[in-house]
């Protein structure tokens, strides 16, 4: 048995093997291990930091990185809560065989992605598949600092069984004023009921979900994609994205130095920009910052359309030529995009740009 921390108990620190106490199932394919160290020592951290666990998987051990999902409030332990993806050696190996009693070697806990010392302000959290791993982890904090908090989560998976933390996630909502929760899947389950949200996230849901968002802090994290898109949506709304933070599935960043950069293609509306409308044989001047469909109503061409937010589709243009900055709510397939179409009422043009219209 391991004795519980107490005020005087030391700083756990990484020459010390972590004992897997507790192994809980959270959805389909993922797994929370519990670990507390045998000295009984009190784990420092910031919610959203890693730890990383040296694996003895068959072969030699690997080492891999993970987001703790527990709250530092909660010193006597850490939880980390892990995916089975396809081709994975280490998480596979856990899952299948990690219990509890069993002993591992820890590095940490690491990393820049994590709450603010004093976190007093306006959060936005915005999550995809295992991602949601540092947002519960910052949520939990805030919730048992004994504030009410104020935050926006929201969490997007392929169907409702995937939610990882939902229920755990439900109860702190029920106990506070200020977590609003929003849930996003890609597909229902057969024969069972969804009256959420379904589809691609976009730009529509985040105004419905959290019409204050260009007052919040935006955390971020989930499959390289995602997070690409959120950023692509953030921009084209306005935001500013110094307040923008966001954490990887590859390895976490342990300096400022690592901290990735993002070449975002940012619209300059006072860069000059031309489009060119071929069957009607019209040239315009405009700039980066005007939308296809702007340019053409100013000038008399009658283009379809319908929502004017990318969602439906109606305004679909092939481009000939050049290049145009797009951010849609799902109103166009990738295999369009491929094709060279485009939708005119969310796509600006850089530099020169030809369209069949």
């Known amino acids: 048995m391991i004795p519980m921390p107490t005020k005087d108990s030391p700083v756990w620190r990484d020459d010390e093997?972590?004992?897997?106490?507790?192994?809980?199932?959270?959805?389909?394919?993922?797994?929370?291990f519990v670990f507390r160290a045998p000295s009984a020592a009190m784990f420092v951290f910031r919610?959203?930091?890693?730890?990383?666990?040296?694996?003895?998987?068959?072969?030699?051990?690997v080492q891999r990185?993970?987001?703790i999902s527990s709250s530092p409030i909660t010193s006597a332990y850490i939880a980390i809560t892990t995916k089975v993806q396809p081709g994975s050696v280490g998480t596979a190996w856990m899952h299948e065989h990690l219990r509890a009693g069993m002993r591992l070697r820890a590095y940490g806990p690491a990393g820049l992605f994590h709450l603010p010392p004093s976190p007093d302000g306006k959060f936005l959290f915005i999550s995809a598949g295992s991602g949601v791993t540092p947002m519960m982890s910052m949520a939990t904090t805030l919730f048992e600092r004994g504030e009410d908090p104020d935050i926006c989560f929201i969490q997007c998976a392929s169907r409702?069984?995937?939610?990882?933390?939902?229920?755990?996630?439900?109860?702190?909502?029920?106990?506070?004023?200020?977590?609003?929760?929003h849930f996003v899947v890609s597909?229902?389950?057969?024969?069972?009921?969804?009256t959420g949200y379904r589809g691609q996230f976009n730009q529509l849901m985040l105004g419905l979900m959290c019409n204050d968002y260009l007052e919040r802090d935006v955390y971020c994290c989930g499959p390289e994609g995602f997070m690409t898109a959120i950023r692509e949506i953030l921009i084209s709304l306005g935001y500013d994205m110094s307040r923008y933070h966001q954490e990887s599935f590859h390895a976490p960043a342990e300096t400022v130095a690592e901290i990735k950069e993002f070449d975002d293609p940012v619209p300059d509306e006072s860069a000059e920009a031309e489009i060119v409308f071929t069957r009607s044989g019209l040239s315009v001047t405009c700039t980066e910052g005007d939308t296809i469909m702007q340019v053409a109503r100013a000038n008399g061409l009658a283009v379809a359309s319908g929502c004017n937010f990318g969602l439906c589709?109606?305004?679909?243009?092939?481009?000939?030529?050049?290049?145009?900055?797009?951010?849609?709510?799902?109103?166009?397939?990738e295999d369009d995009i491929e094709d060279g179409y485009i939708l005119a009422c969310c796509s600006r043009p850089v530099g020169r740009v030809e369209v069949d219209a």
């Open 160 to 181: 409702p069984s995937d939610l990882i933390f939902r229920r755990r996630l439900e109860y702190m909502a029920s106990r506070v004023g200020g977590l609003a929760l």
């Open 17 to 32: 093997e972590l004992e897997c106490v507790a192994v809980l199932p959270e959805a389909p394919g993922v797994k929370t």
């Open 47 to 61: 919610a959203g930091q890693f730890v990383t666990l040296d694996l003895p998987v068959p072969g030699g051990n």
């Open 65 to 67: 990185s993970y987001t």
């Open 313 to 333: 589709g109606t305004c679909r243009t092939r481009k000939l030529s050049g290049d145009v900055h797009m951010v849609h709510n799902g109103g166009i397939t």
């Open 187 to 194: 597909q229902c389950e057969p024969y069972e009921v969804w």
